[in-house]
């Protein structure tokens, strides 16, 4: 690791500050192979502990985790011309194996499905064979000719994708509903990210989809970060697909389909949301490191009962489920590691030198404000533990008070342009219902809708763009 910390300041050019915490922190690097990214061991323990968080909440409510190929063919792709036509300008063909021409072309996963659901089609018949419930934590590409972004826009990512299907449409309702709360969850009370929750636009929505919901997040640049999606795709694929079940009325009927997604972009957000000019400022509950101990020797100091007071202090944090690093590295100065730790984000540091050992004490730093306390260490793996929910706590509340003041209610046109020239941010906004006004605002702003609330306020004007009567308030923002 380069031993210079971060150069840029994240108020002066955000988008160079992300990628050099993201570089520095050897969170992830630039691959080999254009518009591709190489997910480190940090940033991948990262997404793991999102893994892990995630299935205990899909396995608790009966889905199971399978793998399906990321080769499609073709016709699969095209059977919904929809679903094909949103997603063929970013496809990778694979037309090739080895020296043998392929019959038919095969799509390099953009997204799983028409793969699945042609598989649906074999594994349901009857009634009984309902619900299917199935999630896959795997890789996807779409062929991106914009520029490459560290997690937000790479030509190959991580996501999961659950898929399901239903004998009723009120099933495949709470479905979409109950994944878009749990990953509200996931969210707001791990990754310390508040999000606003809706429907997307009809413009906006999943290619294919009856409707879209979506968890929409605010970066501190006024961009907004699309953070997950759960899709209701009605009976539209189970048509294209032929998936039909014998209901215990003995009739036939076609299914109701879900699906539902969240990528490594999770952890760009993270990272844009809650770092610093120092690094990477990381939630206790998805940091790979909680808690780093530092033994801080001096000359003509016991330097062994440091080490061993730390080594001791460390255990006691282990024996609590803590994630803990003793650096007891001989070749690097205190100061260089309390830099180091502080670039990677660690939530807690520990400091012990021989005035602690002599008081019997241990001296704690948090990473979110820069405070330092002494706790007497027969106290500290309690002290840690209670400030570790402390910082999980002040993370979220920190970023619920920016996303709060980043949202803007306007009344006219004049106003949008002017809130989103100076501040960006959500534009809260009444609108007509129409595309057409829909889509000039993003061609003269570039901000798009991004939810429509569940919870529908009062509508307090006329369509911000036509001035003709309002049926709806939605949200507007540019966006990644």
């Not at 979220?396 to 803007?408: G, P, Q, V, W």
Request: charged content about 30%; some cysteine; glycine content about 6%.
């Amino acid at each position: 690791m380069s031993d210079t910390g971060v150069t840029v300041k994240k108020s002066e050019d955000f988008s160079e500050w992300y990628t050099e915490v993201i570089l520095k922190s050897e969170l992830a690097d630039y691959a080999p192979v254009k518009g591709c990214m190489i997910i480190r061991e940090d940033a991948y323990a990262m997404w793991e502990k999102i893994q892990e968080i995630f299935n205990k909440k899909i396995r608790a409510t009966g889905h199971r985790n399978v793998y399906f190929p990321m080769f499609i063919p073709e016709g699969f792709l095209k059977k919904e011309s929809e679903h094909f036509a949103g997603f063929v300008p970013e496809v990778a063909w694979i037309t090739q194996g080895g020296d043998t021409p392929l019959e038919e072309k095969l799509a390099v996963r953009p997204t799983s499905e028409t793969i699945m659901y042609a598989t649906f089609a074999k594994w349901i018949r009857s009634w009984r064979d309902l619900p299917v419930k199935i999630n896959q934590w795997c890789n996807i590409v779409r062929w991106e000719t914009k520029a490459t972004k560290l997690f937000l826009r790479t030509r190959e990512f991580l996501w999961q994708e659950g898929h399901t299907a239903h004998a009723t449409s009120e099933e495949a309702e709470k479905e979409v509903m109950d994944i878009l709360q749990e990953y509200k969850d996931v969210m707001e009370s791990y990754l310390a990210i508040p999000v606003l929750i809706g429907v997307k636009s009809d413009s906006e929505k999943f290619a294919g989809a009856h409707y879209t919901t979506a968890l929409e997040a605010m970066m501190p640049d006024g961009k907004a970060l699309q953070m997950g999606t759960s899709h209701n795709l009605g009976q539209n694929f189970a048509h294209v697909f032929d998936i039909k079940f014998i209901g215990e009325d003995e009739k036939e009927h076609y299914v109701w389909q879900t699906s539902w997604g969240i990528t490594t972009r999770l952890i760009g957000a993270v990272v844009m949301v809650h770092g610093d000019d120092k690094g990477l400022v990381l939630p206790p509950k998805v940091a790979p490191v909680q808690v780093v101990i530092v033994p801080i020797p001096y000359k003509g100091a016991d330097s062994t009962a440091i080490t061993a007071k730390a080594k001791e202090t460390a255990a006691k944090l282990k024996a609590k489920n803590l994630s803990v690093v003793v650096d007891d590295r001989e070749e690097y100065t205190p100061g260089w590691k309390f830099n180091q730790w502080e670039l990677k984000g660690v939530p807690v540091r520990i400091e012990i030198g021989p005035r602690d050992l002599k008081q019997q004490q241990v001296t704690v730093a948090r990473r979110d404000t820069y405070q330092k306390t002494t706790v007497k260490e027969d106290e500290a793996a309690d002290a840690v533990e209670k400030l570790l929910e402390e910082i999980q706590s002040n993370l979220y509340n920190r970023a619920k008070k920016a996303l709060d003041e980043k949202i803007t209610p306007v009344q006219n046109y004049s106003e949008f342009a002017d809130a989103l020239k100076e501040k960006g941010g959500f534009i809260k906004a009444s609108w007509c219902g129409n595309p057409e006004c829909e889509s000039k605002i993003k061609d003269e702003t570039g901000a798009t809708i991004r939810v429509l609330p569940f919870q529908q306020e009062s509508i307090a004007a006329n369509c911000v763009y036509c001035g003709q009567q309002a049926k709806k308030t939605v949200y507007f923002a540019r966006s990644y």
